[in-house]
């Protein structure tokens, strides 16, 4: 189940808040590995390294690298302060955190009676790739929006591995990132997507939240297997929180499987079987045949949900002016405007709901 490997630090690549970027060299040849600091230590150029090689050997595109499972004649500190919540639980990578939510945070009291997220928006989208363009729609209209990201555990585990949010946290184009269940490596750690939401009103002061998965979407081909589906469930978490549930359509018109042409039909069962409260589901009224497309096979979705159609004039120059780089599955602006379009369109839509 997992391809080990043994290997030496040649050189750091690159690093952002949380991680660090490395050339490993092998007895089969050199790859790229990924550390988390936080996790194992900073690894330095002449260091041994235990290497878990399984998603490199599985050339996925998002989790291409080797990971950093240890540096074995340089082990880490043992942690300090308080925190019992522990995340991966029963992996041998299980770490423990403070919890926003548990009794020795200095937020726990906030938390503990918290109910409501007195009308937030919530912005519930499939894919991470969706998280910049929400932002630059939302932005391009109300630029000094607080926003903060909350991560479920449907994708990558740690929140460092993803560089878009790092840097929009250093930007200030998010006020800061909630990861929740399984999830680690956020502001705030929580237990549950309902604790995170809470904790992004109340402790973060956003005025709205983006939920989608850290990268490395999971997706089999199956009507259900797809860890998409968990859209739906931050729905439903929003609305029984009496938050404002808005849901960015997955679209594209680059994807070469069909499924996945037009709406998705991860964005069809996650908001037209999973979510079981109501949400404004936004439509993009994008032009010519593929905008009627996108249109026809989103009206089903009316009879569960309010369909907000809103235009796209102008999204496109708000999405050439993202700080940090678009793409999704591999494809960039240029390759999937529709893509970016649809969710940049469900963060204009939410610029409206705070006026």
């Avoid at 604790?195 to 490395?216: E, K, M, S, Y």
Wanted: hydrophobic share 45%; glycine share 12%; proline share 6%.
């Amino acid at each position: 189940m997992i391809r080990w490997r043994k290997g030496t630090v040649e050189r750091i690549r690159r690093e952002w808040p949380g991680a660090v970027e490395l050339d490993v060299a092998l007895p089969e040849g050199g790859c790229r590995a990924l550390a988390y600091p936080p996790l194992v230590g900073r690894p330095e150029p002449g260091d041994e390294v235990l290497l878990n090689t399984t998603a490199l050997a599985m050339g996925l595109g998002t989790g291409g690298y080797a990971m950093v499972v240890a540096i074995p004649d340089r082990l880490p500190g043992d942690p300090t302060g308080p925190g019992h919540l522990v995340k991966a639980r029963y992996t041998p990578l299980q770490a423990t955190v403070l919890g926003a939510d548990e009794q020795g945070s200095p937020h726990h009291e906030t938390l503990r009676e918290a109910d409501s997220l007195t009308g937030m928006p919530v912005v519930v989208a499939d894919l991470h790739s969706a998280l910049p363009a929400v932002l630059c729609g939302l932005r391009a209209d109300r630029p000094g929006t607080r926003v903060a990201y909350v991560v479920p555990d449907g994708g990558a585990l740690p929140a460092w591995f993803s560089m878009s949010a790092a840097r929009l946290r250093e930007l200030g184009w998010l006020c800061g990132v909630v990861t929740t269940g399984q999830a680690f490596g956020g502001d705030l750690e929580t237990v549950t997507l309902h604790t995170g939401l809470l904790a992004a009103r109340h402790v973060l002061g956003a005025d709205a939240a983006i939920v989608a998965q850290g990268p490395g979407n999971l997706g089999t081909g199956t009507r259900w297997g797809f860890s998409g589906v968990s859209a739906g469930e931050a729905v439903n978490a929003a609305a029984v929180l009496g938050g404002r549930p808005v849901a960015s359509l997955r679209v594209s018109e680059g994807d070469l499987r069909e499924r996945h042409i037009g709406v998705s039909h991860h964005s069809l069962t996650a908001y037209g079987r999973v979510a079981l409260a109501r949400a404004q589901v936004v439509v993009p009224l994008l032009d010519g045949d593929f905008g009627k497309r996108v249109r026809a096979e989103a009206a089903p979705l009316a009879e569960r949900h309010e369909l907000v159609e809103v235009p796209v004039g102008g999204l496109r120059e708000a999405l050439e002016a993202s700080p940090v780089r678009l793409s999704t599955m591999g494809r960039g602006l240029d390759q999937d405007l529709a893509s970016f379009l649809a969710a940049a369109a469900a963060g204009r839509h939410t610029a409206t709901l705070l006026d």
